[in-house]
């Protein structure tokens, strides 16, 4: 279970966000949200102001056990991301842990669909979103001045996300 009060509070407080529960939450699935709001020069410390809408949205849901036709023998169940913004959604599923890098208020969220590949978005609080999706595993190793041209981004993406962060898995 990756839903944990401890890990929706962090993951707002890293990304200066407002941790939101959700109304409809049930014994089998969990749902939060957490909404990063414009930071204003005007000291008010990125709280919103009425009728402002967020930059970031970002809905998490979890259900207890794996669909049928998923494939998968976790018993822990599937963690899905939908990061809405102004210029769209992002949906991640299979979440199977979240790192956050407090240094540049970043959260990154991994999905492995299938062995040796990973997909990971990340967002930060300042309402950017990154999305690689089907790289290989092994580019997180690779020396940058190695990267191929198309690679080069995901791997500087995985080489901050590995060191300095709090890990919180899908156990």
């Known amino acids: 279970m990756?839903?944990?009060p401890e890990f929706i509070e962090r993951l707002a407080?890293?990304?200066e966000g407002i941790a939101v529960s959700s109304a409809h939450t049930g014994p089998s699935a969990r749902e939060a949200s957490v909404l990063i709001y414009h930071r204003s020069n005007g000291g008010s410390g990125g709280a919103p102001?009425?009728?402002e809408i967020p930059l970031l949205e970002i809905t998490l849901m979890e259900s207890d056990q794996d669909g049928p036709s998923s494939g998968n023998d976790r018993s822990s169940g599937e963690t899905c991301a939908v990061v809405t913004s102004a210029?769209?959604?992002?949906?991640?599923?299979g979440i199977e842990e979240v790192r956050l890098l407090d240094a540049t208020e970043e959260a990154a969220f991994y999905s492995r669909p299938k062995p040796g590949i990973l997909s990971f978005l990340t967002v930060s609080s300042r309402g950017?979103?990154?999305v690689y999706m089907n790289i290989s595993e092994s580019l997180e190793q690779v020396e940058l001045s190695e990267a191929s041209d198309e690679e080069l981004r995901a791997a500087v993406a995985l080489k901050?996300?590995?060191e300095h962060t709090q890990v919180f898995r899908n156990e």
């Not at 210029?87 to 599923?93: D, F, P, Q, T, Y």
């Open 2 to 4: 990756l839903l944990r």
């Open 13 to 15: 407080e890293t990304l």
């Open 49 to 51: 102001r009425a009728g």
């Open 87 to 93: 210029l769209g959604i992002v949906e991640l599923h």
């Open 128 to 130: 950017a979103i990154q």
């Open 160 to 162: 901050i996300f590995a």
